[in-house]
């Protein structure tokens, strides 16, 4: 069984397009983030959802918008996108009771043309 | 604010070399510390962590200790083998502060 699955593992599209990248987790945490992994590895929290309630928004455009229908899902919907929103996004989970480890998703590759 | 100074890369070792590779944080608060892999066209995985001070965190023959006195968490092996090629990140997250900040992460290529 996957702990975390995102969907779709690649995303090919055109500037201006708006896409959903998915995201599911069946290990009962309560916490759900998306981080952003660029083309030099590096990577970034970009929206944490506790709850389904958001706890952390780090200066993102808001052409990205996180929805957290039920603890277990939290989507990423961007609209409008450019050409810089090609990069490798993370979803992932954890426990917020305790201080432990986040498990990630598998990656969906973002790449605007 | 929170943050996480890792080795730069890339890092080329021969297979049954030693390896260490250098992380240091700053945190307000009482992080718990991790080192992540990322293998090739793969997402993360928690490859150890430790909670609290002079704890020593360890899988797959690596391991990490947590110095509080150096504010340190270096990964270290033995003996590395070519499956252990991927990219490595240290990284923290404090309680209360529900992200986990990385270092910029080490490639490490492992050659026979």
């Known amino acids: 069984d996957t702990a975390v699955s995102q969907t779709p593992k690649y995303l090919v599209t055109q500037m201006g397009n708006d896409k959903s990248i998915k995201c599911e987790q069946n290990l009962g945490h309560d916490t759900m983030y998306w981080y952003k992994q660029d083309s030099k590895k590096f990577l970034k929290i970009m929206f944490s959802?506790?709850?389904?309630?958001?706890?952390i928004n780090e200066t993102v455009p808001n052409r990205f918008s996180p929805k957290s229908p039920d603890k277990a899902h939290l989507n990423l919907h961007i609209n409008s996108l450019e050409l810089g929103d090609s990069a490798v996004y993370f979803c992932a989970s954890s426990r917020r009771t305790e201080n432990t480890e986040a498990f990630f998703g598998q990656g969906t590759r973002l790449t605007v043309v | 604010g929170n943050s996480v100074t890792q080795m730069e890369g890339p890092v080329t070792l021969s297979e049954e070399a030693f390896l260490t590779i250098n992380c240091t944080y700053t945190?307000?608060?009482?992080?718990?510390l991790f080192w992540y892999v990322q293998y090739p066209g793969e997402g993360l995985q928690l490859l150890l962590k430790?909670?609290?001070?002079?704890d020593k965190g360890s899988n797959k023959g690596f391991e990490a200790t947590y110095r509080k006195e150096t504010t340190s968490f270096h990964l270290e092996k033995g003996s590395v083998q070519v499956s252990d090629s991927a990219v490595y990140f240290c990284?923290?997250?404090?309680?209360?502060?529900?992200?986990?900040?990385f270092g910029t992460g080490t490639r490490l290529t492992i050659i026979p």
């Open positions: 945190a307000t608060g009482y992080p718990s």
């Open positions: 430790a909670t609290k001070a002079d």
């Open positions: 990284a923290l997250s404090v309680f209360g502060n529900e992200k986990l900040t």
């Open positions: 959802y506790n709850n389904k309630e958001l706890i």
